[in-house]
Structure formats: structure tokens, C-alpha cells
């Protein structure tokens, strides 16, 4: 059976949450939700529903906490660099069959947990993020509904992704087959970087 995913969220890689929630804030006119906290990965998050099945999440290392592995979505590397839409993360139902079917670079699948949720997603052993981040994640959810649907809803909703990269290409062609996903766009080029178009409250917003 083909592989097949369905976008699930972006994530905006931050220093430090507030700084991250600012960002946010300031680019779409919105404030972050609290999220929870990640033990495994020492990290912690700020997240907002996008639609009905889809989020938005700021997320930055946990001071208080002590990773048991290198952090997921580089955060080891963030250090005070400021806040940007550092990668986007696609659902399957099958993790270890998409893994199967892509380059090992993705990593393997890690169970996580964030309080009593738990979850599977793709992460590279030294935490690192493929093709700097333009490749998305692969997460299953093992129940339903989703937990987008349980979040606040703040009237937000994903109106297009543009992934920009030079292998651009290269990952469009890995994922294109299994992503139905029109409003996800890829363009090659020397600049790197994810542009997600927020439907809003207050209309289009640009997040990077």
C-alpha cells in the first residue's frame, strides 16, 4: 500500500517559550495557549489549533528539566538565536512503514509522552532535523480524535506552506506522492526557510 500522510503542524523553534509566544504574537496577532512538558526531551510548548485537526506549537528547551537524549527539532543548537518557524510535522498511521520507505536520515520512531498523551514521531538519534528542517516529521497519534480537536480554538486556520530550500526537489519527490496536500508549496532555491500563510482573525498573516 502506498504511503500516505496528512499535515499536522508547524512548529516555531524558540529560545525560550516567551520569546517564542512574542514572535508569534507579533507576526499573526494572536497569543500561544499553554502547552505541556516533554521529560524525555527536557523541552516544553505553547500550542494553538489550526482548523479543525490541525496546530500551531512554540517550543524551546525546559530550564527546570533534564534531557535523557539529544533534544528533537535541534533545539540543543538554538542557543539565543531568535524564534522562527523552524519545521512542519505530517500524520500517517503507520510510522514504521513510511520510515521504511524514506532515507535513514530521518530517524527512527521515538515514543513521547506529554502528560497523559502519548505519541510516536520520527527523530534523528543526535536530534537533528533533515534537510534543515524542510523535511517534515512523521508523527502517529495512536488514538482518536485528534489532539488538535481538544485545543482552544482561536479562529485560526493554515492557508498555504511554502518549503524553500535547494534540494527542494528532491523533497517534494520523496513525500509528494503520499502529501495530497494543496496548499503545501516547494520552491527550489539558495534560500532555506518554511513560509506558512495564517488565516486569521484579523485576515492573512505571514509566519516564518
Known sequence: MPMQIAFDHLAITAPDLDTGAAHVRTALGIDMPPGGRHPLMATHNRLARLGDDEFLEVIATDPDAIPLRPRWFGLDHVGTSPPRLGTWICRTDDLDAALARLPPECGPAVELT?????WRLSVPDDGSMPFDGMFPALIEWPMHPLP????????CTLDTLTVRHPHAARIETLIGAALHDPRVRFETGEAIGLDAV???PAGLRSLR
Open 114 to 118: 506529554r502528560g497523559n498523551l502519548t
Open 148 to 155: 488538535a480537536t481538544r485545543m482552544t480554538d482561536i479562529g
Open 198 to 200: 495564517i488565516a486569521t
